[in-house]
């Protein structure tokens, strides 16, 4: 395991993925087979699977809340979560994941680029909602009154991630790059690693495995996120935990 030399960071962006909830018993979507959960993403992540059977959209993503009841946060969603109540400067956390784990632990300034599977929008405002476990086409939207006006506050392929102008510049003044339990490799979140080196930061890559974009990290540190965040987090903090 590589070692760092971390008394020179100040602004740190962490950007997490599947792996970090994986290891809280939490399945991915999207199995080795492509499969969303034994649908096709052509079925169940797009906009125009919503137009063509709101009905199975629906009941796919109920279904996911249903599961979210059933995991915990683990070890390195509570380290990163106390992080941010302990750093002395800023710390951004991003996640691809859509589930809450994150927000169960604590953490409370995080970037959700892929949405929130605990939320849901309003198709005519735009303003976002906390969901119920279960909602469909019969639910009166809370701002507009209007049946068959929510959608899952999920972003589907051929839509833009969230929060892109605030990532873009919290990457472009940050001393250290971390991803976690992602293999960084779909865009837009492929280009942050290279984003970050271009203002001059270390850049740290905590995966189990190497993975195709290991080759771009400064550093690895090979282990479950469950073990190699919890030791970054008592490095960083050192004294001040």
Request: charged content about 20%.
């Amino acid at each position: 395991m590589d070692a760092l030399e971390i008394a020179d960071w100040h602004n740190i962006v962490i950007l997490t993925g599947a792996g970090i909830s994986a290891e809280s018993g939490l399945s991915t979507f999207r199995g080795a087979d492509g499969l969303w959960e034994n649908h096709r993403v052509e079925e169940v992540a797009t906009p125009e699977a919503f137009a063509r059977d709101p009905a199975m959209v629906y009941r796919f993503y109920n279904a996911r809340r249903q599961q979210l009841m059933n995991v915990s946060p683990n070890a390195a969603h509570r380290a990163l979560a106390e992080l941010e109540r302990c750093w002395s400067s800023q710390i951004t956390l991003i996640s691809q994941n859509v589930d809450d784990l994150h927000q169960r632990a604590g953490s409370k300034a995080l970037l959700s680029m892929h949405g929130e599977l605990a939320k849901m929008r309003c198709k005519s405002t735009e303003r976002v909602h906390d969901a119920p476990v279960n909602f469909d086409g019969a639910d009166l939207c809370p701002c507009c009154q209007l049946p068959g006006n929510l959608r899952p506050h999920v972003v589907w392929f051929g839509e833009m991630p969230l929060h892109m102008d605030e990532i873009t510049l919290r990457l472009a003044d940050c001393d250290a790059f971390i991803a976690i339990g992602t293999s960084a490799t779909v865009y837009p979140a492929a280009g942050f690693v290279s984003l970050a080196q271009a203002a001059g930061a270390v850049t740290l890559e905590i995966n189990p495995e190497p993975t195709s974009a290991s080759s771009q990290f400064d550093h690895h540190w090979r282990g479950p996120a469950t073990e190699q965040v919890p030791r970054l987090v008592a490095a960083l903090l050192g004294p001040h935990r």
